[in-house]
């Protein structure tokens, strides 16, 4: 079962003397969480008054977070999202959810691993293959990721001589 909430960064400093936090994302990019009027501390639903991306981060006003002492307090907190508020488009999914699924090759059916993890690289991203022990990369590109179902648990690749 998915968790509904999603980690999309951490708090690291304080920002200024009004009590503002400096977020770094884990998100695609900074400016996503932007459209956020509420994220998730350490469970609790906090509001958020006004945030900027500053330098690949996010500057945040948080509701009650008014002081530098209070700001302090948050510091190294992960901030969540719920997952209800940030849906997504037609064939795109979380990476979070592709972890730890089968990968299947598209032609035979066979199981090939399991994904660890999945890594951006300048040209794209690479599916990161645990094959008991080894480890094989995946360009995240459709001429081989076929399919990502993260309701069934698995990517269907095409798999070529020389990738595993």
Do not use: C
């Not at 400093?13 to 009590?19: A, K, P, Y």
């Not at 770094?24 to 958020?48: T, Y």
């Not at 969540?80 to 730890?100: C, F």
Request: avoid cysteine; charged fraction near 25%; aromatic fraction near 8%.
């Amino acid at each position: 079962m998915k968790d509904s909430f999603l980690d999309v960064g951490q708090i690291v400093r304080t920002h200024g003397i009004r009590g503002e936090v400096k977020l770094i994302p884990w998100a695609d990019s900074a400016e996503f969480l932007l459209g956020f009027k509420k994220f998730h501390i350490d469970g609790a639903p906090v509001a958020v008054k006004h945030a900027y991306v500053h330098n690949g981060a996010v500057i945040a006003s948080l509701e009650g977070v008014d002081t530098v002492d209070k700001a302090m307090a948050l510091k190294n907190k992960i901030v969540r999202i719920a997952r209800a508020d940030a849906p997504l488009p037609e064939g795109k999914y979380y990476i979070r959810d592709v972890i730890g699924a089968s990968v299947i090759d598209d032609e035979s059916g066979e199981t090939l691993g399991i994904v660890k993890d999945v890594v951006d690289m300048p040209a794209h991203s690479m599916f990161v293959l645990d094959r008991g022990g080894t480890e094989a990369l995946v360009p995240d590109v459709p001429e081989f990721i076929k399919k990502v179902d993260t309701e069934g648990g698995f990517v269907r690749i095409r798999f070529i001589e020389g990738m595993i």
